[in-house]
């Protein structure tokens, strides 16, 4: 269907929002599909693939016959993101390295746009569709099923889909576990535990269990915690993005629940879950766009929250009105459903896991074999397979200009958290390992011409 107006006819306002959710919809994946300008790249790339058009009810442009069905389209298997490391127009692509929001896989993004206009024969898009309607709950519980079956989830946990993102979540869990005793354990070991520590004072009596140091890069030995017994709950970060610094094992708390920040790496290896009382992610690292957390919460601890928590942070409210309670983020609810489809096509939590062992391991020998040209600051036992921080000759006129030539050999987002500076790049679960393996080529030319 083509959009065709007359000079004296207004255009009439859906008109208008399906031209405009279009040309931006074809702009981000122009972006990602942006192919190399060489000599001689179509021929190599063979015929070029058209773009999808955009107008309701066009079969071919739906991969689904309802929403969120785990049907994939050919190109699922044979895409860009699913890891082939023939397909030319990958080694030609822009690659973003952002910390989050994220990159997100280019099926997925395809999918989205190929029935943004009509989900799965609604005559609706999902970004007008009613929470209450059937097909969106529907989506909800799909949504909850995939997250048990990626990470074996109990049926003693909640899946909740929550708002306000990790930051939320650094009031929602003191506001919901706390009261059990008043007091709660925190291991600081970056930014973001430093910060939910700071946000518990508010609410009951937080301690931390190793003196914080002055700069973060390691993990404090834990047979120097002091852990309370009486504490409501411990809470961990299990991979700080700013410093790079990951848990590679779980903490022990002697019966104590424990709760997890894992915003960053959750889904990309798999969890024992039932060593959590509380595990929340913000989604816009490794699961989705911005806008939902997920909270995996037990049974036995949706009763303790304080009288003045808001019904909105509830865990016991949302997960009696199965994250209903109030309008959802539905999109990017949705949005995350896709993922898990992703993730579930291409291997599971299993394989996210062996490509981020294989993906960081390049890049951190790059580094350390570089002869002090690249320095990294995080203990080799802890260092993050999402998030991989480091200086080029710890000067900052050789990182700008590190960063200048990455982005005219189309490498994005590398630049440094603002309060550590540097280079980081975030190898999340949709990075695959051809482009790491590009960046590497790269960094070794950079050092070899510098």
């Known amino acids: 269907m083509t959009l065709t107006l007359q000079a004296d006819q207004p255009m009439s306002v859906r008109n208008y929002v399906e031209t405009l959710v279009n040309e931006t919809l074809a702009a981000v994946l122009e972006q990602q599909h942006s192919r190399s300008t060489a000599a001689g790249s179509s021929a190599?790339?063979?015929?070029?693939?058209?773009?999808?058009?955009?107008?309701?009810?066009?079969?071919?442009?739906?991969?689904?016959?309802?929403?969120?069905?785990?049907?994939?389209?050919?190109?699922?298997?044979?895409?860009?993101?699913?890891?082939?490391?023939?397909?030319?127009?990958?080694?030609?692509d822009f690659v973003y390295f952002g910390a989050g929001p994220a990159k997100l896989p280019t099926t997925v993004l395809e999918r989205i746009q190929g029935e943004l206009l009509d989900l799965g024969g609604s005559h609706v898009s999902i970004l007008e569709m009613s929470h209450r309607s059937p097909e969106f709950m529907k989506i909800v519980d799909d949504t909850v099923a995939k997250a048990r079956k990626l990470l074996n989830i109990p049926d003693n946990y909640q899946v909740l889909f929550m708002q306000g993102g990790g930051t939320g979540q650094f009031s929602g869990v003191p506001l919901n576990l706390i009261g059990r005793t008043g007091k709660a354990d925190y291991i600081v070991t970056g930014s973001w535990s430093a910060k939910a520590a700071k946000e518990a004072e508010k609410y009951g009596q937080p301690r931390l269990v190793a003196p914080k140091p002055a700069t973060f890069g390691a993990i404090p030995d834990p047979a120097s915690w002091s852990l309370d017994p009486e504490a409501s709950y411990v809470y961990y970060c299990d991979n700080e993005t700013v410093e790079g610094v990951e848990f590679h094992f779980v903490p022990e708390t002697n019966g104590v629940p424990l709760v997890a920040d894992m915003s960053s790496n959750i889904f990309s290896k798999p969890i024992d879950i039932s060593k959590y009382g509380l595990i929340y992610a913000g989604a816009q690292k490794n699961i989705g766009p911005a806008g939902v957390t997920i909270v995996i919460v037990r049974d036995d601890l949706l009763n303790h929250a304080l009288p003045i928590t808001p019904n909105v942070l509830s865990y016991k409210v949302m997960a009696k009105e199965n994250s209903l309670h109030n309008t959802p983020p539905c999109f990017a609810i949705y949005a995350v459903g896709l993922v898990f489809d992703w993730i579930l096509e291409n291997g599971g939590v299993e394989e996210m896991e062996r490509r981020a062992i294989e993906k960081s391991?390049?890049?951190y020998n790059l580094i350390d074999k570089s002869n002090g040209f690249y320095t990294s600051v995080v203990d080799p036992s802890c260092r993050s397979r999402m998030n991989v921080p480091f200086r080029v000759k710890k000067d900052e006129k050789v990182e700008e200009k590190f960063l200048k030539e990455?982005?005219?050999?189309?490498?994005?987002?590398?630049?440094?958290?603002?309060?550590?500076?540097?280079?980081?790049?975030?190898?999340?679960?949709?990075?695959?390992?051809?482009?790491v393996s590009r960046l590497g080529s790269f960094i070794e030319e950079f050092a070899a011409n510098n």
């Open 44 to 92: 190599a790339e063979g015929a070029p693939q058209s773009r999808p058009t955009h107008c309701r009810n066009n079969s071919s442009t739906s991969t689904s016959t309802s929403p969120h069905s785990n049907s994939s389209s050919p190109q699922d298997t044979t895409s860009r993101t699913t890891g082939s490391t023939n397909n030319s127009k990958t080694m030609g």
């Open 361 to 363: 391991d390049l890049l």
């Open 406 to 435: 990455a982005k005219a050999a189309k490498f994005l987002g590398l630049k440094g958290h603002r309060s550590v500076g540097g280079i980081r790049a975030s190898i999340y679960n949709a990075i695959l390992p051809e482009q």
